[in-house]
């Protein structure tokens, strides 16, 4: 058998094909590969070593973790490289990859988020007199300026009325009628006018289009039946510029969730939201994990937010 024959029917393998095709952008790491195709390890490395016997990559070890790159050497890939990149267009994960390529390289860049992730891990784990994440919250909100904000899928509304004493207007929308005309007869309870609560779907809230500076998505998302539908219609009332936040549950298998709290998804995976957000017409989008519950099933939380050009 000749060697192009045995590389034709290595290349066959859709899995295969779509590793070349992220590593002719970046050398990258068996971590940074798992993380964009959503794969195991172990199946990972079984086609990265096929490939490297084939002579087609080349690996380097830097302290823990083992890159990747196209070995650029082998005139045979040199002659393959066209059909390679031609295989792109037939691969339906093609696009999903290269958003969780562009993830992963923000990620290498962002180097504030290291320094971020070893602060979280600090703070409250030594008793400070008066240093609380509420109070931190509460310091946090009174920085809101007077904006218009949309709370979709507020609930009774809790995030909402801290908002409300600062910003200049804002629309919590719910689906359940009790949390509405519960949230509603709190904020008139504690005088605030210019907070109202609206009966809707977050899906297609009942919110002006371009009416709004900034949409809130905190643990709402998760409930959509449609999630992407549910970012393209905040940006849909976003003014331009303006801008969505979203809270929620990083991807999980706490498969008691649904039956638990009715969740429709277990969560998301970073390169999810960001291709959602894409997907919809946002530009400056940031995803990061920013939190994980210290007990059991230690549900991660991811903060995204973006701006609607």
């Known amino acids: ?29 068996v971590v940074e590969i798992q993380e964009i195709l959503g794969m195991g390890q172990s199946r990972i490395s079984s086609h990265l070593a096929q490939l490297k016997r084939a002579k087609l990559v080349r690996d380097r070890r830097a302290g823990k973790n083992i890159y990747y790159e196209l070995a650029t050497d082998n005139t045979m890939l ?20 290269m958003t969780g390529l562009k993830l992963v390289l923000h990620k290498r860049q962002d180097k504030a988020r290291d320094y971020f ?80 609560y609206r009966l809707g ?31 393209a219609a905040a940006h849909r009332i976003l ?23 009715a969740d429709l998804w277990l969560g998301f995976s970073e390169v999810q939201l960001l291709q959602m957000l894409g997907d919809a017409g946002f530009e400056t989008i940031e995803v990061s994990v920013v939190s994980r519950e210290p007990q059991s099933p230690h549900l991660q939380t991811l903060f995204a937010t973006a701006i609607k050009g």
């Open 239 to 261: 003014r331009k510029g303006g801008r969505i936040a979203i809270l929620d549950l990083l991807a999980h298998n706490f498969e008691q969730a649904r039956d638990l709290y």
């Open 201 to 231: 779907d977050i899906e297609k809230p009942p919110v002006a289009a371009g009416s709004v500076d900034l949409a809130l998505l905190s643990q709402a998302l998760h409930h959509a039946i449609n999630p992407a539908r549910a970012v």
């Open 117 to 196: 992730n070893k602060l979280a891990g600090k703070f409250g784990r030594s008793y400070c007199p008066g240093r609380t994440w509420e109070g931190v919250a509460h310091m946090l909100l009174t920085l809101v300026g007077p904006i218009t904000v949309a709370d979709l899928g507020a609930g009774e509304g809790t995030l909402s009325q801290l908002l409300a004493k600062h910003a200049k207007k804002v629309i919590a929308v719910d689906n359940s009628e009790k949390m509405v005309e519960f949230g509603a007869s709190l904020a008139k309870e504690h005088g605030f006018a210019n907070l109202e």
């Open 1 to 29: 058998m000749t060697p192009i024959v045995k590389l034709l029917r290595l290349l066959a393998e859709p899995t295969r094909l779509r590793l070349l095709l992220l590593l002719q952008h970046e050398e990258l790491s």
């Open 78 to 97: 040199a002659q393959l490289r066209e059909l390679i990149k031609a295989s792109s267009k037939e691969i339906s994960e093609t696009a999903a990859d």
